[in-house]
């Protein structure tokens, strides 16, 4: 199995096949944060630089743990530390960088689009690590390992995805991923916070949160992206609470084996009862753990790309 491309924007992108590919790579590097000695040479001499340009705990950390582990010489930039507190565009900011002759960039921004516009400026591999309500490519894709490491195929699985769908790049890549694998998708989220087109065929739309829960084999909780101004989209959190949040009785409702999955961070009372978080559903905890296989996975592929088409 191959990937042709350079970077991981977007999970529209990507078959199913390669979706598989991404998770199968993702699993054997699994197996080296479970060693003593975490670390692999695969990517000794290689450069990535990450740039985060939107706060992150999960993402970035994990980017970074990734690219240790595979030996990796990388750097992470502080935004509020550089050049671009002067004034510098995005362009200019990697058109400086690429001077540096990085091998691959993995970026964090508040614009949708941001990833695809730099790639265009680098003859290094770009990662997407999050871009406006976009995409997040590689959270569809550790959330994806996650479930494939418990359930034998994510085909006819009933997900449900609830909350502030509009506004997440975690719901978009995760729609389509999930989609892709042939999974039936329920979405739920107050009226204000649906997207307005949803082409796929195997999405619905559940009139509420029994709908959407019911049964439901995995259900993917969101919370309200305040950054993007979401509260202005809904009369109030405690009448979020009543409508949109998953409790102990809702998730009594949902298949004996569901798995309860929450990109991070979690505002607790909100859109998840607290009690659920520790429960023994849920794989919050789980899914952060799996992010730093599939980014070395990412890592990895991306690279091993690049080194390909150079040696042509
Ligand atoms: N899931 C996620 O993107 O978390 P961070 O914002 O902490 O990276």
């Not at 979690?266 to 980014?295: H, L, P, Y």
């Amino acid at each position: 199995m191959t990937f042709d491309k350079k970077d991981l924007i977007s999970i529209k992108d990507l078959s199913a096949s390669d979706i598989n590919y991404f998770i199968e790579t993702a699993k054997e590097f699994k197996k080296i944060s479970l060693k003593d000695i975490k670390k692999v040479p695969t990517l000794r001499g290689r450069t990535v630089v990450n740039i985060f340009y939107e706060p992150s705990t999960r993402t970035r950390s994990s980017f970074e743990i990734a690219q240790k582990r595979l030996s990796a010489d990388s750097l992470s930039i502080s935004v509020s530390q550089s050049s671009v507190v002067k004034g510098e565009s995005l362009k200019d900011t990697i058109l400086n960088l690429e001077a540096m002759n990085p091998d691959a960039f993995v970026i964090r921004h508040s614009e949708s689009g941001a990833a695809n516009f730099i790639s265009k400026w680098t003859k290094a591999s770009v990662i997407n690590a999050g871009d406006g309500i976009n995409e997040h490519p590689t959270q569809c894709l550790l959330d994806i390992m996650t479930v494939m490491e418990e359930k034998k195929e994510i085909k006819s699985l009933k997900v449900a995805i609830i909350g502030d769908i509009c506004h997440s790049r975690v719901a978009r890549s995760d729609i389509y991923g999930f989609s892709k694998l042939g999974a039936d998708i329920y979405l739920y989220a107050p009226h204000s916070l649906l997207p307005r087109l949803i082409e796929l065929k195997n999405v619905k739309i559940a009139k509420n949160m029994e709908e959407a829960v019911k049964n439901a084999d995995i259900i993917i909780m969101l919370r309200i992206q305040k950054e993007r101004a979401s509260f202005y989209f809904i009369p109030s959190i405690e009448e979020y609470r009543k409508f949109f949040q998953l409790t102990p009785e809702l998730l009594s409702k949902a298949s004996a084996g569901v798995m309860v999955l929450h990109p991070g961070p979690v505002n607790r009372d909100v859109e998840i009862a607290g009690s659920i978080i520790n429960a023994d559903k849920t794989r919050i905890f789980k899914q952060v753990e799996n992010g730093i296989a599939v980014r070395m996975a990412c890592l990895y592929i991306l690279l091993r790309f690049q080194k390909k088409n150079k040696n042509k």
